[in-house]
């Protein structure tokens, strides 16, 4: 799930698909946000979802603050590809809601994802590569 939501959100912020630029902008932040989730639920399988959900939301809205932070080192580096992707450049509270969009999003998923592999029979559980 990392790798795929990595990939959709390269796909949407670099490709030249000439998609609207709040398409671009906002469809980044929420893949974002997406890709925290699924790290920290990757990361922590046995946390219940609320704890993955906060401590996601804790990491994506720290890093959005973070934004308000300028020295001229992490400004350099804010300009450069890494750092856009990355860190970003601008403080947006819209960025925090479509966060928060996100990471809800994520765990509505995941709760699907592990109600499904509850229902399979316990031998075939660990057999499954998703």
């Known amino acids: 799930m990392i790798v795929a939501t990595i990939a959709a959100g390269l796909t949407i912020r670099l490709a030249p698909l000439e998609l609207p630029n709040a398409f671009v902008k906002y469809g980044g932040s929420l893949l974002w946000a997406l890709m925290i989730y699924w790290t920290v ?5 046995l946390w219940p979802l609320m704890r993955g959900a906060l401590v996601s939301s ?12 300028h020295t001229p080192l992490l400004d350099a580096f804010r300009l450069t590809l890494p750092g856009k992707l990355l860190l970003g450049r601008v403080f947006s509270l819209r960025d925090l809601i479509a966060y928060a969009v996100a990471i809800i999003v994520g765990v509505l998923a995941d709760h699907m994802i592990r109600s499904s592999m509850q229902r399979l029979p316990p031998a075939e559980r660990g057999n499954r590569c998703d």
């Open 58 to 69: 804790a990491i994506a809205f720290c890093v959005e603050l973070f934004k308000l932070y």
């Open 41 to 45: 639920s990757s990361v922590r399988p």
